[in-house]
């Protein structure tokens, strides 16, 4: 059937009255299961479809928050950190606790959390990495740590946690009406048990960079295009994937005018919004340190350059079977637990099978959702899958891969369609998932390199 067209200004309605405009593809696909109710129970009292899986999710989701908490207060406190030299850690300003306060809280401005709180402290300096972070999340750091007293650690665990909470509405909202509430639900189960769900309540982008593309997807949906504009040009602010939200975008956008190019109108400008976040970012780089791509060039220091997306998968492949060779010769204690350095053999090892593993899964959840999924899900996620293989790192090919995929949140969706009607599969997922986060939520919280 051929989309209908909105009218005029009718993108930029109240929810109420984008929801129902044809063309979203949403009710046709389940969205209209929303509004139903469950049978009556034995009482003869009927209950909301939405209040179990919506329950279910927000428990599971809270529940996930709590556990982490505790696990990484465990490892900090019970294993502590180990030899890491504390030029890395920047403990002035992102280890501010002590004590058992120190061990509940410090652990979670690991890694890029050092880097955001020295920029959000003392700004960009050209030629020591720091323009590699895009600036949104820093920015919030520091003028909202104004109401916390300045403590940036604090301000950056309450900024993931809320935009967190966010990620959970947005997508059980998107879900539900591109599917139903089950599936819904069970997406959102998927994000809070992930084995790197940790990362959303970092010192990290993560929660913020997911909750605005959540955002850009539900409004391009809805066809208010100059708020998903607003969001895309965010997201770009936050991290570089950010100009993928342009796809989604423009697959709604056309979706709705019956991929007609003749009924392009003016709306069609908030979508170039995704790419003027990426503009205004190099503006700054070059007035302030005339390199309006030094965003790009400052990955060198973690030894990234240019490669064709075969060639990434290539080296990551090769790196993989050697690493079994060596897990074969029972090296296991250096595999997980070592601190990696430049060039160090073995601190390498461990997590180029991990981001192998980690592809190869997304690329099975990418390929089984490819006819499954809206077609904006699909083609977002085949980007965002995509583009870090072009830029591949010395010693470790699929740097980061893992933490990439954490917010293509397509995939969970995927799986959730998946384990629909696998009642014990779906248990495997939840137990396997579990056990990974518990894992890794210990690896990063003794300042460990997972992801």
């Known amino acids: 059937m051929e989309a209908t067209e909105l009218p005029e200004g009718a993108g930029d309605a109240a929810d109420g009255g984008a929801d129902g405009q044809p063309g979203a593809g949403a009710e046709a696909t389940g969205g209209g299961l929303a509004d139903a109710t469950e049978p009556a129970d034995e009482s003869g009292a009927t209950e909301p479809a939405v209040s179990r899986p919506l329950t279910r999710a927000i428990a599971v989701a809270i529940g996930s928050r709590i556990l982490i908490f505790a696990v990484a207060f465990a490892a900090a406190a019970l294993i502590g950190m180990h030899g890491l030299p504390v030029g890395w850690r920047f403990p002035l300003r992102a280890e501010v606790f002590s004590g058992w306060l120190g061990s509940l809280f410090n652990p979670w401005a690991h890694w890029d959390g050092v880097w955001y709180i020295k920029i959000a402290t003392s700004g960009y300096a050209d030629g020591d990495g720091s323009t590699a972070f895009f600036p949104l ?30 990620c959970v509405w947005l997508l059980y909202r998107l879900v539900r009406r591109d599917f139903d509430e089950s599936l819904a639900g069970r997406a959102v189960i998927y994000l809070a048990i992930g084995p790197l769900s940790f990362f959303l309540q970092a010192v990290y982008t993560e929660s913020l960079f997911l909750l605005l593309s959540l955002a850009c997807f539900v ?37 709705r005018r019956g991929w007609k190019l003749k009924k392009t109108d003016s709306h069609v400008a908030n979508l170039l919004m995704v790419v003027e976040g990426l503009l205004v970012w190099m503006t700054y780089l070059a007035l302030a340190f005339g390199k309006p791509l030094a965003f790009s060039t400052a990955q060198a220091q973690w030894e990234r350059g240019v490669g064709a997306p075969n060639y990434t998968v290539t080296r990551a492949i090769v790196a993989t079977i050697y690493g079994l060779r060596k897990i074969v010769s029972a090296e296991y204690y250096r595999l997980f637990w070592e601190a990696p350095r430049p060039g160090s053999e073995y601190s390498t090892l461990g997590t180029n099978i991990l981001n192998l593993l980690f592809f190869v899964a997304a690329a099975l959840l990418l390929w089984y959702g490819a006819r499954r999924l809206p ?58 998932g579990v056990l990974l986060l518990i894992g890794f939520t210990a690896k990063f919280a003794v300042f460990s390199w997972v992801a």
């Open 137 to 166: 999340f820093p920015m919030m750091l520091r003028y909202v740590g104004v109401l916390l007293d300045g403590n940036l650690l604090i301000t950056g665990i309450v900024i993931s946690l809320l935009c967190y909470a966010g």
């Open 219 to 255: 409004f391009a949906r809805e066809g208010r295009w100059r708020l998903a504009g607003v969001m895309g040009l965010l997201a770009t602010l936050t991290r570089s994937t950010g100009v993928l939200l342009l796809i989604p975008m423009a697959y709604y956008y056309y979706e």
């Open 375 to 432: 077609g904006a899900y699909s083609w977002y996620a085949l980007a965002a899958l995509a583009y870090p293989l072009f830029f591949p790192s010395k010693y470790v090919p699929l740097m980061s891969y893992p933490r990439f995929t954490l917010t293509i949140f397509p995939l969970y969706v995927a799986l959730a369609l998946y384990t629909r009607d696998r009642p014990r599969l779906h248990k495997v997922v939840v137990a396997v």
